[in-house]
């Protein structure tokens, strides 16, 4: 790899994303972007509205530092509602700059030098750079897809238990999980959670797609198993809950102590942001779980599009109980197995633009995911039907 001048050593090969040139791509050659996860639908009015209506107010001024209390207290009910664990407003609620500031902040809060971090790859790209900001170690576990694309990705518990070290301090937990779709069993979590009991570990879990879950599923939170929310850090955003990925309002909730350490750090990177967007996220938070069902319902309607579309276009796809994202095998269609280069050719060949699931591994595992290619479906029904529709031609 090629050294980029002027970038620290810490942050040496988290140069160009792959996203940059596939948006580029998009741009270049008029193709329908599927790969980037926003969705091209506005959020429910109600809640747009309050955001409206707050420019103009003291809610263009700086927010208290934690958030304002009406979104910190619509947080907790939010998680009461839905999860059935309590947390106060006051000290164990924390509004941040989109998930992804909650994210770094807590690694740059909790992490020394040197300390270890478990995860599963693929992962979500911003957990290597964040670990990295904050001078740790990424211990990724490799996910595997199942054989057939009626099954789920699983992990083999000897290797996630290998990947534990002594300098290991945090689990970083993804579910549901991007790029994969997966949510984690309530197996899957009971295995977790005694590993972190046995090991001492901190838990960060990341539930942006806390409410994108499609029949069959189920999501739990990690921080309500047995002897959990003492050490668990969870972290949501309004992003992919109410289609408004460009406002940034994130929170992170857990036991006051961690919450205090995290706060510490967060100050000095944002302080506060999105101000006449918090009374708009609490209004959010405290619609009926009628819209909550709505946009899981919703968007499994366009998962089965998708994958209806990907299947008929000769391309076996892993379906997701969760998220934006669906994974297809490229093999069928690439012989050389090789994602980067069907992800560079797609423009051309049909008009749509994906990720390469590649990208979401660390380097010295790139093998595992190398055949393997994400599309996202959160798109309108012109969109995402116009986009199947061009998948179909290149079959023939
Ligand atoms: C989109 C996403 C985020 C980022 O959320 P923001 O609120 O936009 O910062 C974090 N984690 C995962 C898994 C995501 O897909």
Not at 12 to 29: H, K, Y
Request: hydrophobic share 45%.
């Amino acid at each position: 790899m090629t050294r980029a001048p002027y970038l620290s050593a810490r942050l040496q090969g988290f140069g160009t994303t792959v996203f940059a040139e596939m948006s580029a791509l998009a741009v270049t050659t008029g193709a329908i972007n599927l790969g980037q996860g926003f969705p091209d639908y506005p959020g429910p009015p109600e809640v747009l509205d309050v955001a409206r209506a707050a420019i103009g107010t003291a809610h263009d001024q700086y927010p208290p530092g934690p958030g304002i209390p009406e979104l910190r207290a619509a947080i907790a009910e939010h998680v009461q509602r839905f999860g059935g664990h309590g947390y106060a407003p006051a000290d164990e609620v924390l509004v941040t700059a989109g998930a992804t500031e909650a994210l770094s902040a807590s690694l740059l809060a909790l992490l020394e030098p040197g300390d270890e971090v478990v995860l599963f790859e693929p992962m979500y790209d911003c957990y290597a750079a964040g670990i990295a900001m904050a001078g740790g170690v990424a211990r990724p576990v490799p996910l595997r897809p199942p054989a057939s694309g009626a099954g789920q990705w699983t992990f083999d518990v000897a290797e996630l238990r290998a990947a534990v070290t002594p300098r290991a301090r945090l689990l970083l937990l993804n579910s549901p999980h991007n790029p994969t779709g997966k949510v984690f069993t309530r197996a899957e979590l009971g295995t977790l959670a005694a590993l972190a009991m046995e090991h001492e570990l901190l838990v960060l879990t990341d539930e942006v797609y806390e409410h994108l879950v499609f029949t069959g599923a189920q999501h739990t939170s990690i921080a309500t198993f047995p002897g959990m929310r003492e050490r668990t850090l969870v972290v949501s955003s309004a992003g992919k809950t109410f289609n408004v990925t460009g406002w940034k309002v994130g929170w992170i909730c857990g036991p006051a102590e961690l919450v205090a350490a995290v706060r510490t750090a967060k100050q000095f990177l944002t302080y506060v942001n999105a101000g006449p967007f918090q009374p708009a996220v609490a209004a959010g938070l405290r619609l009926p779980d009628e819209y909550f069902d709505a946009i899981a319902g919703d968007l499994e309607y366009r998962r089965d599009v998708l994958v209806q579309g990907l299947t008929e276009a000769g391309l076996p796809v892993i379906s997701p109980q969760a998220t934006y994202f669906a994974t297809v095998d490229v093999r069928p269609v690439q012989p050389d197995g090789d994602g980067v280069a069907f992800c560079r050719a797609l423009p051309e060949r049909a008009g749509v633009v994906a990720i390469p699931t590649v990208v979401f591994y660390d380097p010295a595992h790139a093998h595992l995911g190398r055949h393997l290619v994400r599309f996202a479906f959160c798109k309108g029904d012109a969109v995402l039907g116009e986009a199947v529709e061009r998948l179909g031609r290149m079959r023939s």
